[in-house]
């Protein structure tokens, strides 16, 4: 399973009283100077991260925390992953930052001849960008220019970032709505098929787009993260791509969290043998250094025109040389440490260990694919119990779905097995604490 000389194998140690003095300390701090809708600052959660090592996680009073979280799908080739710190130090004092659609750099000029070799066969040619949501915008703005179409599709919780444009495809309502006004109000919204068969799925998914006909592209993650761990019918996203092919609809596979080996394949598109037109990346890109990109066919982006002077879409950072370089060697760790595989072998253990917790009264369901896992609990109060009991055993978990019903699970891919062995004890002693 790779190289894993380096790899971290402690387990936590939690030394005092959750959270401890010092988190308490900058909370204030954070309530004093922060915008009040950030962070959720409460007596029991969060707490404040002081460094993290490859599946662990120690605050700033000394405990040591196990990680399910990935810090929201990023660290996949470990937090702190040596090589990756590395090149960006070596890539910080020869040059921080290059100019976007300017004079570009060596470092962005490898990464794009690098990406293809990952990518879905055919993906050769790709926006740079920052966030993930500013790659959805990338997605979004180059199905406009290649369609002539206006409008998308998107899912019921699905979820794209929170910009503007972003907003406008998320499935999420608590985002949408305070903002209903100022987004665009023409996106159809299709039912996401999990408690329903690929076929009837296929087939109402094609009436509704077929009674539109201002429909530039559908955007989909290949399996909802925010919404809750969701997973597709077999087979829906292949018949969804055959649907969008015969109506004229590019089809967008939002990568973002599934990417970079996180569901036991380098693309969960993989997973069907469906090449979108699109696809948007991001969170583990980088492993911590905001980057991300939309890539696309060539005959896709080759719709926008060719620049001769300025650019129609770019930003300031775009292809920032210390992201690029920790993108390709992101790639490289993801390859040498056979992540990508051994994501597959673990989740598979992984999921027959949580398949235990049906046995809880509060767990309706488990589901997921790779090191991406969902547990479905009966309401948002007792995952939200879960969550929180979790981190005072020493384990970092999160909560998702469009309710807050859902505990996710999303550990680095280089978890060593008796870290993960660990994690999913003290997560059956919370959801038993729950009880
Ligand atoms: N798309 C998906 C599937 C995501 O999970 C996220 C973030 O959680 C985004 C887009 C937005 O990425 P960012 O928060 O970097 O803008």
């Avoid at 605050?59 to 990023?74: H, K």
């Avoid at 972003?166 to 608590?174: K, Q, S």
């Avoid at 969008?244 to 394949?265: M, P, Q, S, V, W």
């Amino acid at each position: 399973m790779g190289d894993r000389r380096n790899v971290s194998e402690e387990l936590e140690e939690i030394r005092g009283p959750i959270p401890g003095p010092q988190t308490e300390k900058l909370a204030q701090m954070l309530r004093a100077h922060e915008s009040r809708n950030v962070t959720y600052l409460s007596p029991e959660f969060p707490v404040f991260w002081e460094s993290a090592d490859g599946s662990t996680v120690t605050d700033v009073d000394g405990n040591r925390y196990l990680d399910f979280t990935s810090a929201f799908g990023v660290a996949n080739a470990g937090h702190s992953n040596p090589n990756v710190a590395k090149a960006i130090a070596k890539q910080t004092t020869r040059l921080m930052h290059g100019m976007g659609d300017v004079h570009p750099t060596e470092a962005r000029a490898k990464l794009l001849e690098r990406l293809p070799d990952i990518l879905p066969l055919g993906l050769t040619k790709t926006f740079l960008a920052t966030t993930g949501a500013e790659a959805v915008e990338a997605a979004l703005k180059t199905a406009v220019i290649a369609t002539g179409k206006s409008a998308f599709a998107a899912f019921e919780g699905g979820y794209h970032g929170l910009s503007i444009g972003a907003l406008a495809v998320c499935g999420i309502e608590r985002f949408r709505k305070p903002f209903e006004a100022a987004i665009a109000g023409d996106t159809l919204f299709l039912e996401y098929p999990q408690a329903i068969a690929s076929e009837p799925a296929i087939a109402r998914t094609r009436a509704a787009l077929a009674a539109r006909n201002d429909i530039a592209a559908v955007i989909v993650e290949p399996i909802q993260s925010r919404g809750g761990c969701v997973v597709p019918a077999a087979g829906y996203l292949a018949g969804l791509h055959a649907v969008c092919k015969e109506l004229g609809i590019l089809l967008i596979f939002d990568e973002i969290y599934t990417g970079f080996g996180r569901t036991g394949a380098w693309f969960a598109a993989e997973h069907e043998a469906v090449v979108p037109d699109i696809i948007c990346i991001g969170k583990a890109f980088g492993s911590g250094f905001p980057i991300s990109a939309a890539a696309a066919r060539p005959e896709v982006m080759d719709a926008w025109p060719l620049s001769t002077g300025e650019a129609l879409h770019t930003s300031t950072y775009l292809g920032n040389p210390m992201g690029c370089a920790a993108a390709l060697v992101t790639i490289a760790e993801i390859e040498r440490l056979g992540l990508v595989e051994r994501a597959r072998r673990l989740g598979l253990m992984l999921g027959s260990r949580l398949e235990a917790f049906v046995r809880y009264r509060n767990v309706a369901e488990i589901r997921g694919r790779g090191l991406m896992w969902g547990v479905q609990m009966r309401d948002a109060a007792t995952a939200d119990a879960v969550v929180k009991s979790a981190l005072a055993l020493g384990l970092i978990l999160l909560q998702s779905g469009t309710r807050g019903d859902v505990v996710s699970i999303a550990p680095p891919l280089v978890i060593t097995q008796s870290q993960l062995h660990r994690a999913t004890e003290i997560l059956g002693n919370a959801i038993a604490a729950a009880e």
